[in-house]
C-alpha cells in the first residue's frame, strides 16, 4: 500500500510567520504534488515535483515555494502566512511516465488543516 | 475557469438505493478519468477511473460512466451503503509537463446516505 504521510494534522500560525509543511512517502515515486482544498474549490494544484530539485509551478503558486532535497520528502513554504492561506493542504504523489494508466492515479495524505490568525 | 464541475454540492439517498453523482468537464484534451472518496480530516482516496477510450468501468457496487459527445461522467453506487457517506470528487486527467499527468478537480459532492 502506498503511504503519504503529512507531519502535521492541524497548525495554527500567525500572520508573518514561515511556515513549513512536510510530506514524506514510501514508494519511491518520482512525482509529488501539492494542492490545498477549499470549500466549493475542489482541490486546486500549487506546486508539482517530478524529481529531486525539480519543480514546476501549478495554478496557484503566488505565496508559496517547495523543497525537495530527497526524493520521498516533498516540503511545502508559506514564506510569509497570510490569512488568504488558511486552508486544507494536501500532499500526494504518483508513479512516473511509462507506467501506462497507473501513472493517472495520485494517492494523497491525510492532510494538514492550517489556521493563520 | 472550471474545467471539471459537479454541479450538485449535496446528495442525499435512501440505505439500499442508487446514488448517482455527476460530473461535466469542458476541455477535450482530457484522457483518463477519476473518482475519488473524502471522508472528513482524511485524504482522497482512489475510488474508480475510466480511460477516454471506454464508456463504461466497474468495480464491485461502483459503476463509471463517460459519454465523451456531452462531456459528461456520472458515478453510480448500488446499492447505496451508510459507509459510502462522504464528499466525491470528479478528477479529469491531462498531460502537464515533464511527462506527468496533472488532475483537474471538480468542486465535490457530499453524498449522505440515510438509514
Known amino acids: 500500500d502506498v503511504k503519504v504521510t503529512q507531519s502535521s494534522r492541524y497548525l495554527v500560525k500567525r500572520t508573518g510567520e514561515k511556515v513549513f509543511l512536510e510530506c514524506v512517502q514510501d514508494?519511491?515515486?518520482?512525482?509529488m504534488f501539492w494542492y490545498r482544498q477549499d470549500p466549493g474549490l475542489g482541490l486546486r494544484l500549487i506546486y508539482f515535483?517530478?524529481?529531486?530539485?525539480?519543480?514546476e509551478k501549478g495554478d496557484i503558486p503566488e505565496g508559496y515555494s517547495v523543497s525537495r532535497e530527497k526524493k520521498e520528502r516533498f516540503s511545502l513554504i508559506l514564506e510569509s502566512a497570510s490569512t488568504n492561506q488558511t486552508s486544507m493542504y494536501l500532499c500526494?504523489?504518483?508513479?512516473?511516465?511509462?507506467?501506462?494508466?497507473?501513472?493517472?492515479?495520485?494517492?494523497f495524505g491525510a492532510g494538514t488543516r492550517l489556521s493563520v490568525l | 475557469d472550471q474545467q471539471v464541475k459537479q454541479n450538485s454540492p449535496s446528495l442525499s439517498v435512501q440505505e439500499g438505493r442508487i446514488s448517482i453523482l455527476n460530473c461535466d468537464y469542458t476541455?477535450?484534451?482530457?484522457?483518463?478519468f477519476l473518482w475519488y472518496k473524502k471522508y472528513p480530516a482524511e485524504g482522497p482516496t482512489f475510488l474508480i477511473s475510466?480511460?477516454?477510450?471506454?464508456d463504461k468501468n466497474e468495480d464491485g457496487r461502483f459503476t463509471v460512466f463517460l459519454n465523451k459527445s456531452a462531456k459528461h461522467l456520472s458515478l453510480h453506487i448500488v446499492p447505496s451503503q451508510p459507509g459510502d457517506s462522504a464528499v466525491y470528487f470528479c478528477?479529469?486527467?491531462?498531460?502537464?509537463?515533464?511527462?506527468?499527468?496533472?488532475?483537474?478537480f471538480g468542486q465535490g459532492t457530499r453524498l449522505t446516505i440515510n438509514p
Open positions: 515535483s517530478y524529481d529531486v530539485k525539480m519543480k
Open positions: 514508494m519511491d515515486h518520482e512525482n
Open positions: 475510466i480511460s477516454s477510450i471506454k
Open positions: 478528477a479529469a486527467s491531462a498531460l502537464f509537463t515533464q511527462g506527468a499527468q496533472k488532475l483537474v
Open positions: 476541455n477535450s484534451m482530457f484522457d483518463y
Open positions: 500526494a504523489s504518483s508513479l512516473p511516465p511509462g507506467q501506462g494508466l497507473a501513472k493517472n492515479i495520485q494517492y
